[in-house]
């Protein structure tokens, strides 16, 4: 079977390493030929938790194991630490594992079959006919094959061509993200800082060392709309310039340690998801991770959720090996309860209320 993927982020490259190994014929379709940026933590389920998911990825499990960091102890500080009384905690927490971005994406592209992934190529059209789709991306070029995948993420130019509406929800607040070098405040560890209405005003956690061997810190600030609202250079990718009060009661360290990070590397954005989907495939056309399903921050579950989708699509064409559209009938009626939850809690738990549609 001919598989392609739409989208080269961790969900897209994740789902063709897993179809690979199951021995399906997989292409993945990058946007971009560029590399990435701005790079940032990831905070993916605890080892115990992504055993089941990285059955039979030997390799990648091993690679992946050893350039994250499982956090050997974590300082929690409680909603009320915002009025200066802090808990530190250090028992009975399941740590997940911590990695950087771009050793994630780097891991993956490394264990996937040579040429697997083709560069810089923008979806103009999507053709389904007989059993067939067609991925155009070009005057003259396109791809044929039984079954395309769209894990090309939040903003989905593939959803966009299938005529899918799904519009994005403003859920409130902004983030302010980066890496920090520092050896010490958080080694082995993490701190979440948490505001009125237990809504988080900040994370931070050890990603360990670079390729340089300098160790970092990963940090995201989380800001209300309402407080940053006519700023005129709020849409700058690379800004470290923050509303008023918004490093007030944090922890004097975590300060120096935001304000001494390269403003070049700081990225800020709004927290958006969408309201669920009511399917996740169209003919011959699967939907997966953040274009399925984007969720705010707050359970650091989009990394992981993305990989259970990669895990339940293959077994669903491992279980219908000879029939496509049972197989695809099979993932969606498993995966979007599912996913449908997932999505309710991260909103529920984001805290604040949508001001409306992107």
Known sequence: MQIGVVGAGVTGLFTALVLQQRGYQVTVFDTTNRPYSADYGLCLSPAAQLTPLLSGLVDFTQALLKAGLSQSETLFFDADSIHGNRTESTAGLITPLLIRSSTLLGLLRA???????????????????????ELEYSAHRSWHGELLLAADGLHSR?????????????LGQRFWRALAEDDSLLRGGALHRYGSQDT??????????????????????????SAV????????????????GALQGLPESI???????????VMTGR???????????????????????????????GVSSGFEDAVELADSLDRHRHDLAAALGDFQQRRLPVVKQQQR????????GCSGSA
Do not use: K
Request: aromatic share 4%; charged share 20%; hydrophobic share 35%.
């Open 111 to 133: 264990s996937l079959r040579p040429g697997t992934v083709v560069p810089d190529v923008v979806p103009q059209g999507i053709h389904q006919q007989h059993g067939l789709v």
């Open 271 to 301: 927290i958006m998801d969408a309201e669920p989907l009511n399917q996740l495939v169209y003919g011959n056309v699967a939907v997966l991770g953040d274009a399925a399903h984007p969720m705010a921050p707050t359970q650091a579950r």
């Open 200 to 225: 988080l005003r900040l994370t931070a956690f050890d990603v360990g060392p670079d390729s340089c061997g300098c160790e970092q810190t990963h940090w995201c600030l989380f800001i209300a709309s």
């Open 229 to 244: 609202r006519g700023s005129s250079r709020l849409d700058s990718v690379t800004q470290r310039s923050f509303p008023r």
């Open 158 to 170: 593939t959803l966009d061509l299938l005529e899918v509406e799904r519009p994005l929800i403003d």
């Open 345 to 352: 809690l991260s909103r529920q738990e984001q805290g604040v």
């Open 255 to 265: 300060v120096q340690m935001i304000q001494s990070t390269d403003p070049s590397t």
